[in-house]
C-alpha cells in the first residue's frame, strides 16, 4: 500500500484519514485521537496530505510538514462542491482529499507561529476595542438615565467620567455611583492592556522590514502593515494585485449569466479584519484629498465629483490593495523585482 494523497479532516478530538494511491484508489479510511495522528503520519512515506484552513490548521500544517510530508491548506468554501450527499467527517475527508489534487486549485499560506502571535495580538486588540466602546457607550447612557448627558465620542465620556470621580453632588444616587465608578476602574485597566498590545505590535513593527515598507503606502499605518505583513507570508499566492483586492472582499459581487454583467455591493469574501484596516486608511486618505497635490489626491477628487463617498473609500481601499500586493511581491530583494516597480502592477 503506497498512500499519495491524503485528506484530512481535522477536529477537537476524532480526526478523520481518507487515502488514495496513485491511481486514485481509495486505500485509507481511518479515525484517529489526536494525539496519535502524528504518529500514524510519522510511518508513512512523504506524501500530499490537505486540511482546509481553520484556526488549528496552520499548527498541524507546521507538525505534519516537519515530518516531510508536503501540507496544503484549502479555503473551506473550495471543498464544499465536493462533498457527495450527506455530511459527515469521512465525506468531508474524502472531498478534501478530491480537492487538494485539483490542478487549478487556491491553497493557503501556512503562517509560521511568529506570524501566528502577531495576529493574536492583532485579535486581542479588537475584542479589548469593541469592550472598550461597549463600556464607553454604557456609562454614556447611564448617566443620561439621571439627565447627564454628553455628547458622542470617547473624549466627552471620559470627561464625564472625570467628574463622576471629583464632584461628590453630581446627582446620581450613591448605589448608581459606585457601579458606575465600577465600570470606570474596568475602562483604565482595559485602555491599560490596549496600550501594552500596541507597544508590542510596534516592536515587533520595528524589527520587521516588510511591515516597515508597507507602512510607506498613504492609508497604511503601524496597525494595517503588521496584520498584512503577518497575514500574508507568500504574496505569490496572488497572480495580481486585483486577485489580491478580490481576495479581501473589495470587488464587486457578481450575477452575471448570459453575457451579461450584473455587479452589487462589494463581496465581503475573505479576510474580513485586514478589509476593515484597509477602509479605515483609504477614509482618512479621503478626507485630506482636499489639500493634497499628488496625482492620488487628484484621482480621488475626480472621484468624489461622479461617485458617492463611502464608494470612493472601497475604491481608494482597493487601490491601496493592489499596492500592498506590489511592495510586498516586488518590494523584497527576490527574483521578482524590486520597489521601483510596483507603479506597473496597477495597470
Request: hydrophobic fraction near 45%; charge should be positive; include cysteine.
Amino acid at each position: 500500500m503506497h498512500i499519495t494523497t491524503i485528506g484530512i479532516d481535522l477536529a477537537k478530538s476524532v480526526f478523520q484519514l481518507h487515502g488514495v494511491d496513485a491511481e486514485d484508489k481509495v486505500v485509507l479510511k481511518k479515525k484517529l485521537r489526536r494525539g496519535a495522528v502524528l504518529d500514524f503520519l510519522a510511518k508513512l512515506e512523504p506524501c500530499l496530505i490537505g486540511m482546509e484552513a481553520c484556526a488549528t490548521s496552520h499548527h498541524w500544517a507546521r507538525e505534519i510538514s516537519a515530518l516531510g510530508h508536503e501540507v496544503r491548506l484549502i479555503p473551506p468554501a473550495y471543498v464544499k462542491p465536493y462533498v457527495k450527499r450527506q455530511k459527515n467527517d469521512a465525506a468531508d475527508a474524502e472531498a478534501i482529499c478530491e480537492t487538494v489534487t485539483r490542478p487549478s486549485m487556491r491553497f493557503v499560506p501556512i503562517k509560521s507561529a511568529a506570524q501566528q502571535g502577531v495576529l493574536v495580538l492583532h485579535r486581542s486588540r479588537d475584542l479589548l476595542m469593541r469592550q472598550r466602546t461597549m463600556l464607553l457607550n454604557a456609562i454614556r447612557a447611564h448617566m443620561a438615565e439621571f439627565g447627564i448627558i454628553a455628547a458622542q465620542g470617547p473624549r466627552n465620556v471620559m470627561g464625564l467620567i472625570g467628574e463622576l470621580r471629583d464632584n461628590e453632588e453630581i446627582g446620581l444616587p450613591d448605589i448608581a455611583r459606585s457601579a458606575l465608578l465600577a465600570l470606570a476602574a474596568q475602562l483604565d485597566a482595559m485602555g491599560n492592556e490596549i496600550r501594552i498590545i500596541e507597544r508590542r505590535l510596534m516592536a515587533w513593527h520595528r524589527a520587521d522590514e516588510t511591515s516597515q515598507r508597507l507602512q510607506t503606502i498613504p492609508g497604511v499605518g503601524i496597525i494595517t502593515a503588521t496584520a498584512l505583513a503577518a497575514s500574508v507570508p507568500d504574496p505569490a499566492v496572488f497572480k495580481s494585485g486585483r486577485q489580491f483586492a478580490a481576495y479581501l472582499g473589495l470587488v464587486p459581487r457578481q450575477n452575471s449569466s448570459g453575457g451579461k454583467e450584473r455587479l452589487g455591493h462589494i463581496s465581503k469574501m475573505g479576510n474580513g479584519y485586514l478589509r476593515k484596516l484597509l477602509v479605515v486608511g483609504a477614509t482618512s486618505v479621503i478626507r485630506r484629498a482636499d489639500s493634497s497635490t499628488s496625482a492620488t489626491g487628484f484621482w480621488v477628487r475626480s472621484l468624489l465629483e461622479r461617485k458617492p463617498a463611502r464608494v470612493v473609500t472601497v475604491a481608494m481601499a482597493n487601490k491601496t490593495a493592489r499596492i500592498v500586493w506590489a511592495v510586498l511581491g516586488l518590494g523584497g530583494n527576490g527574483p521578482r523585482g524590486n520597489i521601483s516597480r510596483a507603479s506597473d502592477c496597477m495597470s
